[in-house]
């Protein structure tokens, strides 16, 4: 599997952006997701999570009522649908997954070994 991360761009406060990563490959479906975000000078870190198949989801609280993930099998693609955006929400965004037969959620960056490139988030005020 590899992951294209597309979607960002420049917005202003307030506003909205779905970023979408798709998948190359067979059986994405089996395959937990995780978005993650990194900011200058600051580490990388989970903001939403998918499960594989049933698709239980996590949020960070940073982004909880904000932010909704979801996965469409079909297309093998998994979005992250970000409202409300604040200027802090600014970084680059990257998806990741790992396979797994647990149908759990992956918030942790050193269990993902496929990453798509990053995409960039620019909200400003």
């Known amino acids: 599997v590899q992951l294209q991360a597309s979607g960002g761009g420049l917005v202003q406060a307030g506003g909205s952006l779905r970023l979408s990563c798709a998948a190359s490959g067979k059986n994405f479906n089996n395959y937990a997701v995780g978005w993650f975000r990194q900011a200058p000078g600051k580490e990388r870190e989970c903001v939403a999570a998918i499960s594989r198949s049933v698709g239980i989801t996590y949020y960070a609280d940073s982004v909880k009522g904000r932010f909704t993930i979801s996965r469409d099998n079909a297309k093998n693609t998994v979005y992250l649908q970000m409202n409300s955006l604040r200027p802090e929400d600014t970084a680059v965004y990257y998806c990741?997954?790992?396979?797994?037969?647990?149908?759990?959620?992956?918030?942790?960056?050193?269990?993902?070994?496929?990453w798509g490139q990053g995409t960039q988030v620019t909200v400003s005020s």
């Open positions: 990741a997954a790992d396979y797994t037969r647990r149908v759990v959620v992956v918030t942790s960056l050193a269990e993902y070994d496929i």
